[in-house]
């Protein structure tokens, strides 16, 4: 059964509240459709488009790291950060709020978790992890030593995580970004080359120019796009964005063969700071301290991503920030394109959309923050710093929701979940009012009733098993209306040849008359039928 809320609005087109926190605009025709997920200091909320809760937790730790709904509806969470973004474990709650499952991931040399989490369509999900190497170590992979400080020089891991009953775990795929790196100045290593013609490596002795130089790259966000099967993740201190191949066996991923790419673990796609490995000038560059890289999965933008490109696009740039829609540009069989010439970059469609309007004009985070492009093509932001989350029309400029938090410290990211997420499915309930009290103006007049789908639906004489030379099955339901769907299906009948030999499911959605919608599902197995012909050849009878 599957439960949506409906949002009645009873504003104009447009309302603003007078509110400093809490909901201050919400244009109903324009904004996505859909629940925002936070963090605060003790709790996580999701609240629909009023403003209102739907759903919230209470949590252990005082932590404002990142947060994520798995598919089956738990809350995956970094855990033991204390305020900031690395941690020691990861969490797993319940739809209760009650924390039944946790992993705590000390691995000898690596120096822990940090920043952000994504789960997987297949139950697993994945993190960051800092890997430790000492001096000699480094200097032993090419690092040059005049640019170690310190005992330690970290580099970074990305885990694939299988949950497995009594807080135990198995890293089932992994790949390292020590495995992926070029350097030119100690020909003895297998990894020395020219850096402008390893575009998909990256230089080891890149230097950042700020920030603590033992933490080399400072991964701070991660997502999947299960279309392409491909992670991209944000680097910080290079100022780029890597695309990654996830098809890759994990031996494949630490070499530079294997999976649907054909090129293991190295990079398939980067952008942001050219300069890193062309012979672009660093004023070339895009990127300046980004966070929060993310595929843009359908819409207008979609296998594109947006990046929170922090200091505004330029490396004096501490007034405003900016959001970039980046889509690389592709071949005809789907790889990404570099420039033909050598120590030239990779290639995107056009070039990248720019959004910096936010509410009262110019927005600005210095650290963390979020961009999550919507299937609408909108783009929902949050900058971590100014505590606010608005969602905007990146052509236009024009902004469509606006929530101020009402708790601080600010959370690292946030998450807009569509209706139809499977993970919500045991979240959605009647809204339990605001979380700041009192309640935001705009909220006030913003009526949400939520429709819980009590309604009796059920598939009609659907046999358990067929073949696939039987006739087609008329498909009926109650209560008569609905819509069914599944592979074979045309209409209201099961055409078994059609579908194929395998077990197939066979959903019914019905919507009723307050357009709720309950969709309920069969199983048919289907069986192949080859018939056998025999050739009785009696040959010539002579006398």
Known sequence: ????????????????????????????????????LFPTADAVYLINNCGQVIH?????????????????????????????????????????????????????????????????????????????????????????PSLLTGDQFLYERIIEVEILPNNQANIVW??????????????????????????????????????????????????????????IVSSRNSNEVYVIDHSTTTTEAASANGGNSGHGGD???????PSNYTLALIENRDFYFQHDSRWILDGPFENGF??????????????SSIINIVQPLKDNIGNYVIAS???????????DIEIDNGPGGSFFSAKMSSAQGLSNGNVLIAPTEAGSIFEVHPITQEIVWHYNIPISPFPFKVNRYSADYSGLSNLISFPSGTIENPSSSLSEFCIAETEICNDLVYIENLPSSTNTAANSISLSAFPAGGIFSGPGVLFSAFNPGLAGPGNHIIEYGYTNMDGCLTSVTENILVVSINYNFVNYNLGTISP
């Open 1 to 36: 059964m599957r439960q949506l809320l409906f949002v009645l609005v009873l504003i104009s087109f447009f309302t603003k509240a007078n509110a400093q926190v809490g909901l201050q605009l919400y244009q109903t025709n324009a904004a996505y459709p859909g629940y925002t």
């Open 56 to 144: 919230s937790w209470n949590t252990t730790v005082n932590s404002t790291a990142a947060v994520d709904i798995m598919y089956d509806g738990s809350l995956l969470r970094l855990g033991n950060a204390q305020n900031g973004t690395s941690g020691n474990r990861f969490e797993l709650y319940d739809s209760n709020g009650n924390l039944f499952w946790f992993y705590e991931y000390n691995i000898s040399g690596e120096r822990g978790l940090h920043h952000d989490l994504e789960p997987l369509p297949n139950g697993n999900f994945l993190g960051l992890s800092w890997v430790a190497l000492s001096v000699p170590q480094a200097i032993a992979e090419g690092r040059d």
């Open 174 to 231: 992994q790949w390292d970004m020590i495995d992926h790196v070029v350097q030119n100045i100690d020909a003895s290593k297998e990894n020395f080359g020219v850096i402008e013609q390893e575009p998909r490596k990256l230089n080891l002795n890149f230097t950042p120019s700020v920030f603590n130089p033992v933490d080399w790259l400072h991964f701070n966000g991660i997502h999947y796009n299960s279309n392409l099967d491909q992670i």
């Open 267 to 273: 990079f398939l796609f980067r952008y942001g700071n």
């Open 306 to 319: 947006t990046v929170f490109n922090n200091i505004g696009g330029n490396a004096n740039g501490d007034v």
């Open 341 to 351: 010439d050598q120590g030239a970059a990779f290639q995107v469609i056009t070039d």
